[in-house]
């Protein structure tokens, strides 16, 4: 009874605190961790202490189904269509900001935290992508809404893409890890396997997943459209379908699902179903994020896995937050002619999250790492510290900017798309 009162009491807070944190300094991820840590310190609650590195498969399957279904919505909300040019920004980011944040944050963890290659660029890799679930109040509005200005865009669509990409940088990670004589052995079949066919079968998979659910949704037959149904839940079976059947070719799912939402809304752009889609998967992404948050805020509260954050972990922290990151997005960003102002808040604002708990526990489950538990500690902390930092800075952040730019960010139809 207890554990149904908790799960009642969180799926309210579900559909009421977004409304209730609108106008404060605060965010929805920072509530969840505070629930969590109270719930473990109360005698009464059967919440019990976990640990990931006791429960990694749990920990690599929860956190891998809210990311795919993030992914999904995600994309569905981006109403701004593939295009080099209108999508630089994101290139950018992409192909300079998160290779130069993975080579910076490995030789920060050989450097300072002591690991050895494998266990260090795993943590970068773990760490340079930005995060899709508890980036919300950083990414642009409903489909159709208009809320798609250049900060919006930017941080939502690199969300969406750099989890698959640094995927093998992972796969690198645990391929050094499992070489046992040292040396290079390992990277043609790195190169060929996951970084080409993974890559590419993502991509593919995605695009045509994608077209095929567009037609069953929009184009068949009016009396056997999806669409015809209004019923939102279809985005969830959209998201399984794509993970699910890349992955069984070997693909990368988590490029597969992003580009199968882009082709799902190119299909029919204008449809009122994307509404309804989204408004589902955001419910269900939602409330996954706060049972996971919560989870996440008991396991800091039981207190095992950052009682091994030394001076070091720390220290790395601090730069990967506040130096890495800002400055290897600002980088990529050198040339775009949109204002300072804009540039600073994107660089800044590359939140960490539950995408950095998939990756470890993932290559955790696959082969062994020296020094994890530091790994582990360090990924926990940033986490933890761009929950905090960001959820309370993004509010009024992006209030001064929008006032900045002449609208009013309580009315999303006001924001204009900027290209």
């Known amino acids: 009874m207890v554990t149904l009162f908790i ?11 977004p409304m209730a944190l609108r106008r404060l300094p605060l965010s929805l991820p920072i509530c969840c961790l505070a629930i969590g840590a109270v719930l473990t310190w109360l005698q009464f609650t059967p919440l019990a202490a976990m ?24 994309g569905l909300k981006i109403d701004r269509p593939l295009d080099l040019r209108r999508w630089a920004a994101t290139w950018r ?32 890799a773990a760490l340079a992508p930005t995060d899709p679930v508890l980036a919300a109040d950083v990414q642009v509005g409903p489909p159709q809404t208009g809320e798609e ?68 949704t929009f184009r068949m037959p009016e009396a056997g459209r999806i669409a015809k149904t209004g019923d939102g839940l279809a985005a969830l079976g959209f998201t399984c379908v794509a993970y699910g059947a890349t992955e069984l070719v070997h693909g990368y799912g988590f490029v597969a699902v992003f580009v199968a939402a882009l082709t799902l809304r190119s299909v029919e752009r204008k449809s009122e179903y994307h509404g309804e889609l989204h408004d589902f ?51 990529s960003l050198i040339g775009c002619r949109h204002t ?6 994107i660089s800044i604002f590359g939140i960490r999250g539950l995408g950095s708990i998939y990756y470890l526990a993932y ?44 609208v009013d960010p309580m009315k999303p139809t006001a924001l204009t798309t900027s290209t």
């Open 7 to 17: 799960f009642g009491t969180v799926v309210l807070l579900t559909a009421w605190l």
């Open 51 to 74: 640990n990931p590195l006791e429960n990694t498969k749990w920990t690599e399957h929860l956190t891998e189904f809210v990311v795919i279904v993030a992914l999904m919505g995600a």
């Open 93 to 124: 980011l992409l192909g300079i900001a998160m290779p130069l944040s993975i080579v910076a944050i490995t030789l920060l963890g050989w450097s300072l935290l002591g690991l050895g290659i494998a266990s260090a660029l795993l943590l970068g």
């Open 149 to 216: 200005d250049f900060i919006r865009f930017s941080l939502t669509s690199e969300a969406g893409l750099n989890d698959g990409l640094s995927f093998p940088f992972v796969m690198a990670a645990i391929a050094i890890a499992s070489h046992e004589g040292g040396g290079f052995g390992w990277f043609a079949h790195w190169f060929a396997f996951d970084v080409v066919w993974k890559l590419s079968t993502g991509l593919t998979m995605g695009w045509l997943v994608g077209k095929l659910l567009g037609y069953l």
């Open 281 to 331: 998967g955001e419910q269900i992404e939602r409330l996954l994020m706060m049972v996971l948050l919560v989870c996440f805020g008991s396991i800091l509260a039981e207190g095992s896995i950052l009682m091994r954050a030394d001076w070091r972990i720390v220290s790395v922290s601090v730069l990967v937050l506040a130096v890495v990151r800002p400055l290897a997005a600002w980088i």
């Open 340 to 345: 300072r102002a804009e540039k600073v808040i």
């Open 363 to 406: 290559a955790s489950g696959n082969t062994k790492f020296e020094d994890v538990e530091t790994v582990w500690s360090t990924v926990f902390l940033i986490i933890l510290m761009s929950v905090v930092l960001h959820g309370v800075s993004v509010t009024p952040v992006m209030r001064w900017i929008d006032h900045r730019r002449g």
